[in-house]
């Protein structure tokens, strides 16, 4: 599961993921959106976050 397809899970916002995580709603959102790559604490923060349902290497996709 990529970042977006979390975001598009029932009760998940890139408000409450920025809240957890410790970064923006931007971080999140340009990130969903593959506009801009997390660095390597927030991926594993975003990674603990969404109960280990988006995984770093799923980032690699999201990549032109």
């Known amino acids: ?5 979390y ?3 029932p009760g998940a ?3 409450a993921l ?3 995580v410790g970064c923006s709603v ?3 959102t340009r990130a969903a959106k593959g506009e801009t790559l997390p660095n390597r604490r927030t991926m594993d923060r ?3 976050a969404t109960g280990r349902r988006v995984h770093p290497r ?4 999201t990549i032109p």
């Open 26 to 28: 931007s971080t999140i």
């Open 7 to 9: 975001l598009q899970t």
């Open 1 to 5: 599961m990529n970042l977006a397809e």
């Open 58 to 61: 799923s980032y690699l996709e």
């Open 46 to 48: 975003i990674y603990k």
């Open 18 to 20: 920025a809240a957890e």
């Open 13 to 15: 916002t890139a408000t």
